[in-house]
């Protein structure tokens, strides 16, 4: 029987505003429709309608303010953590023996009504029907300890573990995968937003989200792939599993849009003179510093006066400009003759002794006889490790880019003498802890001969072509 829709949509306006659980006069969700057939064309909204006692379930836990699904969450939460079949009333009572008695009176009648208690008089305990168990499983993340800072990652985190538990299972299906493709489509569009905006801090920001969430994608793919392998004759699953794969070797391609992100950022970034102190580093002490409107209190402490004129004054001051002598039109001269030039000289700016020191320690490690791999902290820190300031490692940092630079090497002087250096930095994602009395950490990495540069950029590309195909 279904209901007219005027008194339908009446009567769920009314449902409301005064907030009640149920709406006698509507019928069946089919009244909501337009159309009462179009309901039916939905297999989401049929499979929901088939499970009755669920939504009435969900809707009896969840129903009313924040504060009172909070305690009833709580509560059903700690229930169903307990692992007796049975739950005597008196273990119940001394377990929330915190609450007043009648809000857990209160929360205990509502979970009787929407059946996730049920009551034996025999034994005078209560247990937790198998509708409970689906319940506190679809609960189950809000139990999870997850870092509010972290909360991309413990989302992909648990749609991953339904994923692969129900792929071991052999119970994975079409639905489940979409959920999964949709949050990953969402994590590469903020991603690519991110990359887009050019900002330092939300780059790096992001760039920690994103090996958070490649972390977990590696560890999910064999389980992907496998269910891209045995999905053949399921069509709905076939198709969200193969969108699924795609949307993973977008998201893992990302990385290398992230380094040239980051490269192009520590292009424009300004050292303020030779103290190494970056524009990064200002940015980052005024967003820190607290008060910044303090540090204009003696700008404005003079307020300005305005001064008022009279009309007399006004028409001394107009009498005066009329009257007072102008200059005539300029006349026409002829230009002057030519003169010989005065010698001059040109000078060039005198580049830091760092780099001429830096040159001549490349040059001799070429010639040495050591034949051990330079680090990159035995060319910041130089030939003498423990005088050398912060400014002096800061810049020599901002050099090592040069080397084999193309552009670089055609330059004349120290600058193109280091690029045409036969030594190459292979850098590595780490950094070193290192005593030392101005500088606490310093990247890792390798100062290494072009032909290995090139061998080890083959071999990354390589490595890095065969993990797409495996994903893909």
Known sequence: MRTDPDTTSAALAEA??????????????????????????????WNLTRQPQLT?????LFHGNAALVQLRVWVFLQLAAQGDAQLPREHIDEMFHALRPE?????????????????????????????????????????????ADDDDSAE?????????????????DAGQVK??????????GEFADAIASGSEFRLREARKRYDRAATLIDRASETITAIISNSHGHIALERAARGMGQAQSRLLAMASQFNRALQQVDRQR?????????????????QAAPSLHTFTADAVASPVSINALAPHELL??????????????????????????????????ALPQELHDMNTMFAAWVTGDDASAHTVADALLGLDPANARYAQVAYRAQLMPLLGDPQAEVLPGATGEFARQPWRVHWQATH?????????????????SPEEAQQLQEKQAKAATKDLNAHG
Request: overall charge negative; charged content about 20%; proline content about 6%.
């Open 179 to 188: 959920l999964l493709h949709a949050q990953l489509a969402r994590l590469h």
């Open 16 to 45: 409301d505003a005064h907030g009640e659980t149920l709406c006698p006069n509507v019928g069946v969700v089919a009244d909501f429709f337009r159309d009462a057939d179009a309901a039916a064309d939905s297999p989401l909204l």
């Open 156 to 172: 992909l985190a648990a749609l991953l573990g339904q994923v692969v538990g129900a792929n071991q299972l052999g119970a994975v």
């Open 56 to 60: 009435h379930a969900m809707s009896g």
């Open 432 to 448: 070193k802890r290192i005593r030392h009395p101005q500088v606490e950490l310093l990247s890792q990495g390798t100062l290494v």
């Open 103 to 147: 809000a857990l009176e209160t929360v205990l009648k509502r979970f009787r009504d929407v059946g996730l208690l049920v009551w034996d008089e025999s034994q005078r305990s209560y247990s937790l029907p198998p509708i409970a168990q689906r319940v506190a499983a679809m609960l189950s993340p809000l139990a999870s300890e997850a870092v």
């Open 316 to 349: 001394d001051v107009v009498e005066a400009e009329f009257e007072r002598d102008r200059p005539g039109p300029a006349e026409h001269e002829d230009l002057p003759g030519a003169q010989e030039a005065p010698e001059g000289s040109l000078k060039a700016v």
């Open 270 to 286: 300004v050292t303020l003179g030779t103290t190494g102190i970056t524009s990064t580093d200002v940015k980052r002490w005024l």
